[in-house]
């Protein structure tokens, strides 16, 4: 069983920045691939960011050169650093990990609020 601690969101005014971070309990090189996901009330979860083992990224259109993915092997760890954040984009954000076994695993999520 992965443990996944994610970090980093809170309230922040439209324009700004925050930084998730999601720490992994297993080694990071077990790891296929990390992402991050948000949801809102109401609506199904959606992809934000995927960062492969390659280090390949896949961003939603919605966020593309606004958020940035990265993972820090030394650290078991991925971020998600969010720009010009936008009321839209308030929601619980949610790191996964897809393993190299195929098993996959979520985090418990940390909200983000965006004030217009």
């Known amino acids: 069983q992965v443990q996944l601690a994610e970090s980093g969101g809170g309230l922040v005014q439209a324009g700004g920045s925050l930084r998730l971070s999601c720490a992994a309990s297993?080694?990071?090189?077990?790891?296929?691939?990390m992402g991050w996901y948000r949801q809102v009330v109401g609506k199904q979860r959606e992809l934000v960011a995927v960062?492969?083992?390659?280090?390949?990224?896949i961003y939603a259109d919605s966020v593309k050169g606004r958020f940035t993915i990265s993972r820090d092997n030394a650290k078991n760890t991925v971020y998600l650093q969010m720009n010009s954040l936008k009321a839209e984009d308030s929601a619980v954000y949610y790191c996964?990990?897809?393993?190299?076994?195929?098993?996959?695993?979520w985090g418990q999520g940390t909200q983000v609020t965006v004030s217009s």
């Open positions: 960062v492969t083992k390659g280090g390949s990224t």
């Open positions: 297993e080694n990071i090189f077990s790891i296929n691939a």
């Open positions: 996964k990990t897809y393993m190299l076994t195929g098993s996959e695993y």
